[in-house]
């Protein structure tokens, strides 16, 4: 009944943009976390940002200052938008949801590739 998907991957120049948004659908109650993982070839998945319920923001330190989260309630709708790209950010993106009583979905992910 939940869906989390994904959009706005693709290739891009290292120093490049891209703006990822996960649209969700299906009725999701009591979120206390929204955020953005990712997981690259050989790598374990890794929190990239959230967002938690009242707004506050979390970054990994290797997106600080390139990354920014954000959501809009009104279309059910989070995003990632990311700068100043880097090889090293390639990874497979997840959109991921939490919630109480504890809840944890996820999208299908996204492709993101950043080449040199």
């Known amino acids: 009944q939940v869906q989390l998907v994904e959009s706005g991957g693709g290739l891009v120049q290292a120093g490049g943009s891209l703006r990822l948004s996960c649209s969700t659908s299906?009725?999701?109650?009591?979120?206390?976390?929204m955020g953005w993982y990712r997981q690259a070839p050989g790598k374990q998945r890794e929190l990239v940002a959230a967002?938690?319920?009242?707004?506050?923001?979390n970054y990994a330190d290797s997106v600080k200052g390139r990354f920014t989260i954000s959501r809009d309630n009104a279309k059910n709708t989070v995003y990632l938008q990311m700068n100043s790209l880097k090889p090293e950010d390639t990874a497979v993106y997840y959109c991921?949801?939490?919630?109480?009583?504890?809840?944890?979905?996820w999208g299908q992910g996204t492709q993101v590739t950043v080449s040199s």
């Open positions: 991921n949801v939490k919630g109480f009583p504890v809840y944890d979905y």
């Open positions: 967002v938690i319920s009242g707004g506050g923001t």
């Open positions: 299906g009725s999701i109650f009591h979120i206390t976390a």
